[in-house]
């Protein structure tokens, strides 16, 4: 394989033995893999155990599993998205796929503009714009597609103050990219690359990080159709349509299904229908310190938080990445007793029994040693006040001067009687 796969393009899963979630994305690879070679793709679909070729893994840059990447020449691909076989196939279609894919009639830019929600079109000849163009479009098109059309091709809605010219299709609109304003174009499309407002979930906002803005979330319950739930996304909404000129630069905007997930990154516990703006890139977040009750509330809101007004909670610091590993480890502790209360007894029951007895071992141990300890020292002071007892006597006597000569017998029955005593 090491040899021969720059032949093909290949689609390919490191995983390890052991990995449970390479057990969970091994089903979804397998349909992956019937309906690539029903479709009759040009790529291959594999796997490979990266523990027992590790150096084949660690050559295309595998730290962690499962890896899926794509491998197309001398480059390698990693993907980023979902693992489902509707998202695996688009990414390996894409990737396999022309770099920049020209458009050549008006019909084929309407049926490809109504596929894909976000499409970055080049118009114009060669250029150095086009060749940053071809750049950028060879770093990031694992996340959306590149094309090229002439100007005679675009809908009439369509101006462009000059030539050539890059443009994104979104929200029912278009935006031309201008150096001056945007600043890099790969930066550019990376922030574009999304529409204007989101249903993001976990994944999304992973990759809403890259981007470097602040995510505006309306958090609710999509199960619940009241008034004060479907208020708030219409705000969002209303605030990510109206006022694209003043803040898509700075924030993205989107709503969430539940709060599990924000309670997670917050460490605390969001009472739903809520407004909450996350920095993803040093997890801090901002909640409002009133009702938002109209987009005019909310467009202040934002704009408490661009001039520093607003209060920020959370971050990166030392006490937060502490009280982060507190959260977590409590978090998969009572995740698993959840799950499985037999297990987490095992688990956790098991070592705390040990401990337990090393412990009443230790202190009992302890007792024994202090109750020996003290008798032997009460017997060693008995032993002691019976040879001291003399001596004391001579002392006393010595004090006051009272001793007097004995005479040789009264000295024999002395000694006699000291060794009864003894």
Not at 40 to 53: I, N, Y
Not at 168 to 190: A, P, Q
Not at 264 to 290: A, C, E, G, K, W
Not at 292 to 308: C, K
Request: negative net charge; glycine residues 8%; charged residues 30%.
């Amino acid at each position: 394989f090491k040899e021969n796969h720059k032949d093909d393009i290949w689609l390919v899963d490191f995983y390890a033995p052991w990995c449970g979630h390479c057990k969970k994305l091994e089903p979804v690879w397998n349909e992956v893999g019937i309906e690539m070679r029903n479709m009759g793709s040009p790529v291959k679909v594999g796997k490979m155990d990266a523990t027992s070729f590790s150096s084949i893994a660690s050559e295309f840059g595998v730290r962690g599993y499962p890896t899926i990447k794509l491998l197309k020449g001398d480059l390698a691909y990693n993907y980023r998205g979902p693992r489902t076989k509707d998202d695996i196939i688009e990414f390996a279609n894409r990737v396999a796929g022309p770099l920049i894919r020209p458009l050549p009639s008006q019909h084929m830019f309407e049926h490809v503009q109504k596929r894909h929600r976000v499409l970055f079109v080049y118009v114009g000849g060669e250029s150095p714009l086009k060749e940053k163009y071809i750049e950028v479009a060879s770093e990031l098109i694992v996340y959306t597609y590149f094309f090229s059309a002439s100007e005679d091709v675009l809908p009439e809605y369509v101006t462009l103050p000059e030539l050539p010219a890059v443009m994104v299709f979104k929200d029912g609109t278009y935006f031309v990219y201008d150096e001056y304003e945007d600043g890099d174009l790969s930066s550019w499309i990376n922030r574009e690359r999304f529409q204007g407002y989101l249903h993001v979930d976990g994944f999304t906002l992973y990759e809403l990080g890259d981007t470097g803005k602040l995510v505006a979330i309306a958090v609710t319950d999509d199960k619940n159709s009241s008034v004060e739930h479907t208020r708030l996304k219409s705000i969002i909404q209303e605030v990510a349509r109206d006022y694209r000129d003043h803040f898509h630069r700075d924030f993205q905007f989107g709503h969430m299904d539940g709060n599990d997930y924000i309670n997670s990154l917050l460490m605390d516990d969001l009472t739903i229908p809520t407004i909450v703006v996350l920095n993803t890139s040093n997890q801090q977040y901002f909640l409002p310190d009133r009702h938002i009750e109209s987009t005019e509330d909310m467009v202040q809101f934002i704009n408490n938080i661009l001039d520093g007004t607003a209060e920020a909670q959370g971050g990166d610091g030392l006490l937060q990445r502490i009280k982060r590993i507190i959260y977590d480890a409590k978090s998969t502790i009572m995740s698993v007793f959840k799950s499985s209360p037999l297990l987490g007894c095992f688990l956790f029951g098991l070592p705390l029994g040990v401990i337990s007895i090393m412990c009443y071992g230790i202190c009992t141990a302890d007792t024994e040693g202090e109750v020996f300890e003290h008798e032997g020292a009460k017997k060693e002071s008995g032993d002691q006040e019976l040879t001291d007892e003399g001596s004391e006597e001579e002392q006393e006597e010595e004090k006051n001067g009272k001793y007097t000569e004995l005479s040789d017998g009264e000295l024999k029955q002395k000694d006699i009687m000291e060794k009864k005593k003894d």
